[in-house]
């Protein structure tokens, strides 16, 4: 596609459910990443693919968090068992390969209720 | 590790006065800096970039200057227009690391009115 597309835009769920939230990345990027933004904060660095294989997960916080990216294109950022500090803007980024070139989603906003 | 620490918010000009966003950073490798831009409502957008010591990132008005002997990178406008209002983020990629990470600073918020 033209751009990167993230969906949901918003994501509005209890606190202890499973969410999962999808990144469609630019075609042809191999590399692609998540953030997080919580309010009033920069975006934090989660976690990196290139291709099919997480190149650098040492972002993601906790066991809760787990990312798949099976087919080398879309993504999937799995939230389990929701806490209301997980509410914030998830945002993906795609490049042609590892270094400059990021294209960032809109994000998913994401409320823990 | 990695961090860049940029001024903080909010700030609040006139139109056409001269803007300057102060923007420091520590690294382990020798990164390429960024300012990205996020407009009410929009996602993160690459503003300028520089890649190596006293290279000059420059776009749509605005400039920043790679100063390795002072580890920064602030950004500067000479008249700001009131559109110009958004969010501003310093941040480094240090692919040296081995990863292509970007660090982000928190972001200044600048409102410009007429």
């Known amino acids: 596609g033209a751009g990167v597309s993230q969906t949901p835009s918003n994501k509005v769920t209890e606190k202890g459910k499973y969410v999962e939230l999808r990144c469609d990345p630019i075609s042809g990027h191999t590399a692609l990443y998540w953030y997080r933004q919580s309010l009033g904060q920069g975006p934090e660095f989660l976690i990196y693919?290139?291709?099919?294989?997480?190149?650098?997960d040492s972002g993601l916080p906790n066991d809760r968090f787990f990312a798949v990216r099976p087919e080398g294109s879309v993504s999937t950022l799995k939230i389990q068992r929701t806490e209301r500090g997980d509410s914030a803007v998830y945002l993906c980024a795609s490049s042609p390969m590892g270094g400059n070139g990021y294209t960032f989603g809109s994000g998913t906003r994401l409320t823990v209720v | 590790g990695n961090s860049v620490t940029q001024m903080e918010g909010p700030v609040t000009l006139s139109e056409e006065a001269f803007l300057t966003i102060n923007c420091t950073y520590t690294?382990?490798?020798?990164?390429?800096l960024f300012w990205y831009v996020q407009y009410p409502g929009e996602g993160l957008q690459l503003l300028l970039k520089?890649?190596?010591?006293?290279d000059k990132g420059s776009n749509k008005g605005f400039e920043a200057t790679y100063r390795k002997e002072t580890t920064s990178f602030h950004l500067e406008k000479g008249s700001v227009q009131v559109s110009d209002s958004a969010v501003y983020f310093c941040?480094?990629?240090?692919?040296?690391?081995?990863?292509?990470?970007?660090?982000f600073g928190k972001g200044t918020k600048l409102s410009v009115i007429p």
């Open positions: 690294a382990t490798g020798y990164p390429s």
């Open positions: 693919f290139q291709g099919t294989g997480a190149a650098d």
């Open positions: 520089a890649t190596k010591a006293d």
């Open positions: 941040a480094l990629v240090d692919s040296g690391a081995g990863s292509y990470q970007l660090t």
